[in-house]
């Protein structure tokens, strides 16, 4: 089973990737991978997938699916998300604590040292201190990549709209006056970017709270970049902590994934959401702590503990009177997959 999480790792995240588990039935715990409506693993590794090859490349959303007489969960994989800020101002720094607060892998281009530095120290994975232009040419992009535009003035907007444009990306947000944005894109499409691209900006950037501080300013982009990363309805995939856990921890020791494959009412966490369990009874990720994380990870070290090798489905009920008498405010219900995972299979 390593050989999936090892794809995994590798799929290219422009792409469109999905994996597929059946979480009921004969099969259960059986995997594939699709990417671009195309198994790529799976179909020769066990016998479900081959036979049902045709209706698994058909799927398109995350979710529960009932294939062959069984259920089947698809997950469109979402992959790490990096946010890229141009500029290292207040702005930047509070946008920097509120990125890495909320999950996303900072990195910061600046041209003047002491920002850059200032950058680091704000808790930036990497703080680029190079010339716009040069230091963004060594950004790949991608559809999981996020750029915000926050220099220092809008000759330095120029240069890095004209290259993020032409990057794939998740999101481009621009800060500035409505003059300053205005007069950057008739630029940027006076030089031959695409009009649709410049059209997608994000101007003024952030959503609109009235906000004034560089703090509130760094909340409200931060939160137009979640409802826009929210609307591509992925699921949150696998972290790259949890597969370092999986693919450099020990392989002779057994581990439980656990996965919210279905939810209902107002649970905590969405279906993709994962969670590692170790032997030691340590996690890898959450989905979503208290009680309900608690019931989980008691299960897993149960599993373990008396030697299980398949997996199965446990659900998990936050709407009834026990709910009530813990204080979860939640009302909800969850499926949550859990797989053995480990050579002792």
């Excluded at 979710?63 to 698809?74: A, N, P, R, W």
């Excluded at 999101?171 to 649709?196: H, Q, T």
């Excluded at 993709?272 to 989980?296: F, H, Q, R, W, Y």
């Amino acid at each position: 089973m390593s050989e999936f999480y090892n794809i995994v790792n590798q799929m290219n995240p422009d792409n469109r990737n999905m994996a597929l588990t059946v979480v009921e039935g004969e099969a259960v715990g059986e995997k594939a991978l699709l990417s671009d409506h195309r198994i790529i693993w799976g179909a020769e590794n066990g016998r479900f997938f081959h036979c049902h090859k045709a209706e698994a490349e058909k799927l398109e959303e995350s979710g529960l699916y009932l294939i062959g007489g069984q259920k089947v969960f698809c997950e469109l994989l979402g992959r790490e998300k990096k946010l890229v800020i141009c500029g290292g101002g207040h702005v930047s720094a509070a946008l920097i604590r509120m990125g890495v607060m909320t999950g996303y892998e900072v990195t910061v281009l600046e041209d003047r040292s002491a920002f850059a530095d200032q950058a680091k120290e704000a808790g930036a994975v990497r703080a680029v201190c190079a010339p716009f232009d040069s230091g963004l040419a060594k950004i790949p992009g991608d559809r999981d990549t996020f750029f915000v535009i926050a220099t220092r003035g809008h000759r330095y907007d120029q240069i890095c709209l004209e290259v993020v444009v032409r990057k794939p990306h998740a999101y481009i947000g621009m800060v500035g006056s409505r003059k300053r944005v205005a007069i950057v894109k008739e630029n940027l499409v006076e030089k031959g970017a695409d009009p649709k691209v410049v059209s997608g900006i994000y101007t003024p950037v952030g959503l609109d709270i009235g906000a004034e501080t560089p703090e509130e300013i760094a909340v409200a982009i931060m939160a137009e970049i979640i409802q826009v990363r929210r609307k591509k309805k992925e699921s949150c995939g696998y972290s790259r902590a949890l597969l370092r856990a999986i693919l450099t921890g020990q392989p002779e020791d057994p581990k439980v994934l656990a996965t919210i494959v279905s939810r209902k009412g107002s649970a905590p966490r969405e279906a993709g959401t994962k969670m590692l369990i170790l032997p030691d009874g340590n996690c890898v990720d959450t989905i979503g702590g208290g009680s309900v994380e608690a019931d989980v990870l008691r299960e897993g070290l149960r599993m373990l503990q008396n030697g299980e090798k398949t997996g199965r489905l446990f659900h998990v009920d936050m709407s009834g009177k026990a709910a009530e008498e813990e204080g979860m405010a939640c009302g909800g219900v969850i499926d949550v997959m859990l797989e053995v995972i480990g050579r002792r299979q």
